[in-house]
Nanobody, 125 residues
Framework: QLQLVESGGKLVQPGESLRLSCTASSFTMDDYAFAWARQAPGKEREGVAATSTSGEITNYADSVKGRFTISRDDFKNTIYLQMNNLKPEDAAVYYC??????????????????WGQGTQVTVSS
C-alpha cells in the first residue's frame, strides 16, 4: 500500500519560513490527490492545503491562504508544503495525506485514506 513519510519540521521564530516534504512510495503517484493537514494539542485535525491528481487545482484553508503553497513533483514522488510568514498559531504536527479522487482538491481529512506519521512544527520566539 501507499506509504507517506514527512520531513522538515523544526522550531522556527514567527515570521520565518519553512518547507515540509512528503515522500510517497507509489509509482503511480498521479492516481492520487494529496493534502497537508495539521493537528495542534487539544484541537481537531484540520486540512490546510490540497492538490488534485494533476496538480492543477489547489485549495487552502483561509488561515494559511497567501502564506502556504502546496506543490508536487511526481518524478521525485514528493509533495511539498512551503510555509511563509509563520505564526504561533501555525504550530502543530503536520501530516501528509493521499486519496484516490480525480476532480478536485479537498481540504477535509475525510477525503484521504493514506496518512504519514507527521512532522512537528514549532513557532515560538
Amino acid at each position: 500500500q501507499l506509504q507517506l513519510v514527512e520531513s522538515g519540521g523544526k522550531l522556527v521564530q514567527p515570521g520565518e519560513s519553512l518547507r515540509l516534504s512528503c515522500t510517497a512510495s507509489s509509482f503511480t503517484m498521479d492516481d492520487y490527490a494529496f493534502a497537508w493537514a495539521r493537528q495542534a494539542p487539544g484541537k481537531e485535525r484540520e486540512g490546510v492545503a490540497a492538490t488534485s491528481t494533476s496538480g492543477e487545482i489547489t485549495n487552502y484553508a483561509d488561515s494559511v491562504k497567501g502564506r502556504f503553497t502546496i506543490s508536487r513533483d511526481d518524478f521525485k514522488n514528493t509533495i511539498y508544503l512551503q510555509m511563509n510568514n509563520l505564526k504561533p498559531e501555525d504550530a502543530a504536527v503536520y501530516y501528509c495525506a493521499a486519496g484516490q479522487y480525480y476532480h478536485g482538491a479537498y481540504l477535509s481529512p475525510d477525503f484521504y485514506d493514506y496518512w504519514g506519521q507527521g512532522t512537528q512544527v514549532t513557532v515560538s520566539s
